[in-house]
Structure formats: structure tokens, C-alpha cells
């Protein structure tokens, strides 16, 4: 399922086969990544998805049951410090000491890596320049998450796990992190961002791979998936119920307001016989709309079908 | 960075973080310190029979609540302090770093022996000033072994105890309701000589009166030898060997929430 550029070197993460049981759960159930250098690689999926799970492993914070890991070349499941000189990880479930300043926190995680960003650039790529005196027990939510954030890229790491950057922030700051992250890619680091946010991931991944139920479901640039659904949305607003509809369409349910909306894997013809009927019957279109689905629409849908599937097993 | 200075690096900043957080500062420092002063005003001039003659009760004190602050610094700060670290996930961020697991420990421990160490000086200075009680000289060997081992027994225990706390918010009950009621039975708030048998029995199961009658007898004037108490000093090693293993075994760098 993955597409391959050709061009690209080794890939910086390859998965094959990848499985982890808890106990009797099967919290991934085999699953394949390839994620190429300087790509964002967004995985989205509901909670309990396995997202939480694979990215761990991944970051050599859990032991993998079965499968092929490789990250950047090594097997993360090993605890190399080479390894995590060259990563940068920012979760959820991680912090800082609260009784130390911005600034020294930055400049503590510094010391452990071997090529460290200067500690005023990050200060400044974060924005928490204003902040640097603060101590992190006196943060906003928001602030901190920069801070981890901060931390996360102090090493200047090649490949950076962002595990949902933008949970809980405002939409100005959520702007600012994308802003951010966009800048990340540009300097080539490599990204996998997990998340549950739909546009974050239209905003900001070149690829995006859905998980449910412990598997990869489907995989693919952001319009690939939304064609993946493969049908168009036409939708119209007209007043006057009494006249009969073009034969040969089939609408959606009728909506409020006089809104109608019919899906079709033929856009082109189904347009052509709804606007010579409405010609020919003199009738105008108000608000004619032609939408792809949303990368949205097709989560939803894949996540529902996962859920019934996960409850048949 | 080579490791030892990464060690030295986590001991500074950790020291900065332990003195701006006012309940870790006064439970863990303030506290012995102010039991040092209460018993001896209540009991400090009142005789004491130990082995070889009779003495003030300030002499029993000054050794007492050494014992009390390593224990303290070691045991109880370590084990409440790692868990809210736990829970706060820095012991996991720290995982995800490339600093080697060791450097980090080592310069958390270092930490807590600093501080024993620091409150072990104030309180023998302030015996020596204020209680008349004399500094070790010729037991100086064996009081440098028994505060070295202490420390590492009560530091082993303090991270073994870790797997028996839920959470952050309980690490201080549950290190407390562990070490208090020792405390009282160990000679370290209360001389043991009219104790029942069976309760000093009791006690010397645990490492706490076998490291303060240790502290003891290398505070005691009359002590004409070198002053080490084996018995004693092997059975806080096994404690010490215990604790190690454990804290080795069930350590967790993942927050339990």
C-alpha cells in the first residue's frame, strides 16, 4: 500500500509485521510503514486505536510481541543512546520538573545531546522567549506544551515523534504550531505526528495512514484518501417542492430548507441531466455545490466500519 | 558530554529545583532539624544510662537525629520525590533522552546523599556548639562507614518502596505510615532502655534501630575501641542488598496514572 518515490534512500522508519499483545489483547495487529526521509507522516485513528501503542515502540518506550523495527537504521527496542541522539520525541505522557525555569530546562536537556540547537534559537522557535525566566509550574497549558515541544527539538534530531501537538490549544496557537511544524519539515526533519484532528493532518502531512482496531486501514497523501471514498457531493437549494425530480438521479434523504444532496461516482454526467432539467423547467440551482468528501468523511466512515468489525470478532 | 559530568549537571539542577519547592525543602530538611531542637529542650539535660557510663540525653539526640535525617533525606525524600517524577512523566522524558539511564539515577541519588550529608554536619556541629556532645575522633572510621552504609541502604529503599505506591499522591502516606512508627520503636525518637523485649525484638527486624544504636555507639565518649558495630552494619547491608534488588527488579521509568 505504500507508495515508494523511487528516488528516496532508505526509508527513516520501515515497520513489517508489527504486533503487540497485551496479555490476551492485541493492541496492533500487524501493520506496515514506511515513512521516507523529510516526509510529515501523520497517523490518525480514535482512541485505543493503537496509535499510542506503535508510536511508543517506535520510540523505544515499549517492547514490540512479533514483527520488523527500524528506525533511522537501529532497532529501537535495543536502548541505544546513539540512537536517541539523533530523535527528538514530545508526548503526552511526558514532563518536566516544575521547579525549574524555561530557560534551565531547555538548557539541561541540551546537555545530553551531542550537537544541541542553541538554546536562545529554540527559545525563540517556540516562542517562549517572554517566558524564559518563568518557572514551568507557573505555565499555561499552552506554554507548556511549547515547552515539551522545546525540548522535543533541543537536540536538533533528524526524525521527530509529535504525539498531537495541538490537544488543548486555542485556535491562535494551534496556527502557530502548524506554523511551526511547517518550518520543522523545511529545515528536512522528518515528522510523525499522530493526532485526532482532521485538518491538522489535511494542514500538514504529505501522507496519512488510518488506524482502527490495531490495524492500518488505509494510506495514502491526504486527496488520495479523500478519492479513496471516490464519490462527489452535489448539492442544491430549490423551492417548489410540487415539481418531480430528474428520473435516473437518486437522492440523498431530503433535507431542511429545501436542501438537496445526491452522492455519485459519475459526477460529469449527473450534472449534465440535473441542469438540463433545471433548464428545461426553468428552474435556478441556488447554492449548486460540488464538494470531494473530506479527509474527515472518510475517517468517520473507516472508523465506524472498524468499530462493527472489532465487535463481530 | 561524558557521563560524570552529566551526573554533575542533574545533581546542580536537581538541587535547584529541591530548594524553590517549599515542601520538599522543609519536610526533608527543616523537620529533623527542628526535632533536634524540640527533644533536646525537653529531654536533653535529663541522664542516660548507655554502655560504659552515664550520660545526658543530648548525647543519645545528636546521633539520633543524624540517623533520622539520613533516613529522611534518603529514604522518604528519594521515594516521594521519584514517584511524583514518575507521575509527572519525567523519568519517561528522560528514557526518550540520550542520557544514559545510570547518570541519571546516580546524580537523583547523589542528590539525596548530598543533603544527608549536608543535615549529618549541622546536626553534629550543633551538638558539638549547643549540647556539649563531642564530635567522633577516635570513631571517626566507623561513624564514616555506618553514614555511608546508612545512606546506601535507605537510598535502595527508598527506590524498592516505589513499587508499593500507586501513585504520586500517595507516595506520602505511604512512605510515612512505613518509616514513622519504626522510627519510634528504633531509638530515634525515644531511648529503648525500658522498651519492652519483645518490641526491641520487633524492631531489630528493620534496618532503622540497627543504624541508630550504630550512630550511637560511634557518638558514645566512653567507646574505647574503634566503635564499629558489625552485627548491626551487616544486618543494615542485607537490608541494603535487599532493597538493591528489588528497586532493580521493579523499577518503572512509566507513569502510573
Known sequence: ?313 | MTSLSLVLKQLRYQNTAFWRNPVAAFFTFVFPLMFLVMFNLLFGSRDLEIPGGTVNTSTFYVPAIGALSVITACYTNLAIGMSFSRDEGILKRIRGAPIPAWSFMVGRIAHAVFLALLLMAIVTASGAIFYNVDVPTGTLPAFIVTLALGGATFCALGLAVMKAIPNAEASPAIVNASILPLMFISDIFIPMNDAPGWLTAFANIFPVRHFSVAMQTSFNPFEGGLGFETVHLLVMAAWMAAGMLIAIRTFSWEPRR
Not at chain 1, 59 to 87: A, C, F, M, Q, T
Not at chain 1, 106 to 114: A, E, H, K, R
Not at chain 1, 119 to 125: G, N, Q, R, S
Open chain 1, 1 to 313: 500500500m505504500t507508495q515508494s518515490s523511487g528516488t528516496t534512500s532508505t526509508p527513516v522508519i520501515e515497520v513489517q509485521g508489527l504486533h503487540k499483545l497485551y496479555g490476551q489483547l492485541e493492541a496492533v495487529r500487524g501493520i506496515d510503514l514506511q515513512i521516507q526521509r523529510n516526509e510529515v507522516f501523520a497517523l490518525l485513528g480514535p482512541n485505543g486505536a493503537g496509535k499510542t501503542t506503535t508510536v511508543e515502540i517506535l520510540e523505544g518506550h515499549r517492547s514490540k510481541s512479533s514483527g520488523d523495527v527500524s528506525v533511522l537504521g537501529y532497532d529501537p527496542g535495543k536502548n541505544n543512546r546513539k540512537l536517541k541522539e539523533r530523535i527528538g520525541i514530545v508526548l503526552q505522557s511526558t514532563g518536566v520538573e516544575r521547579y525549574l525555569t524555561v530557560v534551565e530546562t531547555i538548557n539541561l536537556f541540551s546537555q545530553y545531546y551531542p550537537h544541541p540547537l542553541p538554546v536562545e534559537d529554540v527559545l525563540e522557535m517556540v516562542g517562549l522567549g517572554e517566558q524564559r525566566k518563568t518557572l514551568v509550574r507557573r505555565l499555561s497549558g499552552g506554554q507548556r506544551r511549547r515547552l515539551d515541544v522545546a525540548v522535543g527539538v533541543v537536540g536538533d534530531p533528524e526524525l521527530l515523534f509529535l504525539d498531537e501537538p495541538t490537544t488543548g490549544f486555542d485556535p491562535s496557537a494551534r496556527r502557530g504550531a502548524w506554523e511551526m511544524i511547517r518550518n520543522l519539515r523545511s529545515l528536512g526533519k522528518t515528522i510523525l505526528l499522530t493526532t485526532h484532528y482532521m485538518d491538522e493532518a489535511e494542514a500538514l502531512a504529505d501522507r496519512v495512514a488510518i488506524m482502527v482496531q490495531g490495524r492500518i486501514v488505509a494510506e495514502g497523501t491526504p486527496s488520495e484518501l479523500a478519492q479513496r471514498k471516490g464519490r462527489t457531493i452535489i448539492r442544491f437549494k430549490m423551492e417548489g417542492k410540487e415539481l418531480s425530480l430528474p428520473q435516473g438521479l437518486e437522492f440523498d434523504r431530503e433535507m431542511v430548507n429545501g436542501m438537496y444532496s445526491l452522492t455519485t461516482d459519475t459526477p460529469t454526467p449527473t450534472l449534465h441531466v440535473l441542469t438540463t432539467w433545471a433548464v428545461e423547467n426553468g428552474i435556478e440551482l441556488e447554492d449548486l455545490a460540488v464538494t470531494r468528501p473530506s479527509l474527515e468523511d472518510v475517517f468517520v466512515e473507516l472508523a465506524d466500519t472498524g468499530a462493527m468489525e472489532g465487535e463481530r470478532e
